[in-house]
């Protein structure tokens, strides 16, 4: 056994890997844990509507700085990661202000089109808030993860589902956040999880107001194709994984977006423990195989590797005991997200080895490509929902349609990824 951990510890991979995932591992054991409490405390209409809110920060908030986040990692200098980062923050807390406009202005004809009652509005206007929580965290994610900061890392995962859980209990006894209290929590969570990652990465409000617009030219120039060509695929890719529960609303009722969202919260369990850390590493490795040998195969094989093992191990049983675990622990009103749970490990399993070796065409600058492919996993669902809505398809059927119809396409851009980590190409200077 000795060995066994010793030879796993040899390599910095496994050991960031593990370094990550130990936090996250916390973080989501505290999720799961205290899932069967939030089931019974808030109904499905109160998860659906969380899910409506989740889905537009996601779509919304991991573009909001168009992308440079994304470019944070690949300076030579610690000097243009600084500056790219109080960049993108810059875009961050412009855009999020013009959406504050925008949403003040138009409420009143955004809200039905998302079938939000007039009675949640105040919601609605707390999304530019989370909107620029989610932008800022994503900054100082890849800031720490370029500087190797992976403990700060995972203990800011601990600290969000830390601060989260207990808030969204408390909440749940008081009748004015019956509804609200699930999105309060997520909103405590992103700010108690920012402010771990700002202080060990030592970003400066200070020192960004202190930059004036022209000292952005030369990194804003050099890293264009971001905002080019990253920017509108991480819209298709973000929009593909989270307009599931945006579209259901015209389709099906709230409550069944209620138990999508659930089943979805707990099968993204895994990738948000393993294989989000994974991918937060083998990106920094990638891009420093790539400086050094003018391609990432090595880090790309090995890591497809360990992710296609996890992957059979932890959604294989999934695949057989969801109808039967969830209305176990999350009780009987919920059995319905156990089937649905049960058809989802597919596509879910796919996309644990996906997503993370996707970061391969970020590490080898490649964001045309990554348009391509996000472009048409965006349309493919809204296909996949066109079919659902003209055939008015069961929605259990329709869930088996989506979870083969999307798995499909993640397996052709593997293959794409493995094509791209291969090729040689000129070491950057």
């Known amino acids: 056994m000795e060995r066994i951990i010793s030879k796993i510890l040899k390599t910095d991979f496994n050991k960031n890997v593990l370094i990550l995932s130990g936090g996250t591992a916390i973080s989501q054991v505290l999720l799961v844990a205290f899932s069967p409490i939030l089931t019974r405390i808030y109904t499905p209409n109160a998860f659906g509507l969380y899910a409506v809110f989740l889905s537009l920060i996601a779509i919304i908030g991991s573009n909001i700085c168009l992308k440079y986040d994304l470019a944070i990692m690949l300076p030579r200098k610690v000097e243009d990661v600084y500056k790219l980062s109080y960049l993108a923050n810059y875009i961050n807390i412009t855009l999020s202000t013009i959406l504050l406009i925008i949403i003040i202005i138009g409420h009143n004809f955004i809200m039905p089109l998302l079938h939000i009652q007039h009675s949640n509005i105040y919601l609605f206007f707390l999304l530019p808030l989370a909107i620029y929580f989610v932008g800022f965290n994503s900054i100082l994610v890849n800031l720490n993860n370029r500087l190797k900061n992976y403990k700060p890392m995972a203990v800011s995962n601990i600290a969000k589902n830390g601060t989260m859980i207990p808030i969204q209990i408390f909440l749940s006894f008081l009748k004015a956040f019956s509804l609200s209290g699930l999105i309060i929590g997520q909103l405590a969570a992103y700010l108690s999880g920012n402010r771990i990652l700002k202080i060990n990465s030592s970003f400066s409000f200070r020192q960004m107001f202190q930059h004036k617009l022209h000292d952005f030219k030369n990194v804003s120039l050099k890293y264009r194709e971001f905002p080019y060509y990253a920017f509108p695929a991480g819209i298709a890719n973000s929009a593909s994984l989270n307009i599931a529960s945006l579209l259901m609303t015209s389709i099906y009722s709230i409550s069944f977006v209620g138990f999508f969202a659930l089943a979805y919260r707990i099968l993204s369990a895994p990738s948000i423990l393993i294989s989000h850390n994974v991918a937060q590493v083998y990106y920094q490795e990638a891009c420093e195989e790539i400086r050094t040998k003018g391609n990432c195969y090595s880090v790309f094989k090995s890591t497809l590797k360990k992710l296609t093992i996890l ?84 929605f259990i059927d329709f869930i088996k349609l989506y979870s083969l119809g999307i798995s499909f396409l993640y397996l052709i851009f593997l293959f794409s990824f493995f094509l791209i980590a291969k090729k040689t190409r000129k070491i950057p200077e």
């Open 311 to 394: 992957a059979i191990f932890v959604f294989v049983p999934l695949f057989f005991s969801s109808e039967y675990l969830f209305p176990l622990i999350f009780g009987n009103e919920w059995s319905t997200a156990g089937t649905i749970a049960k058809y989802l490990t597919i596509v879910s399993g796919v996309r644990f080895i996906a997503s993370s070796l996707s970061y391969t065409l970020n590490a080898a600058e490649k964001q045309k490509l990554s348009l391509v492919n996000n472009s048409f996993l965006l349309i493919t669902n809204l296909v996949i929902f066109y079919l659902g809505y003209i055939f008015k398809i069961d």
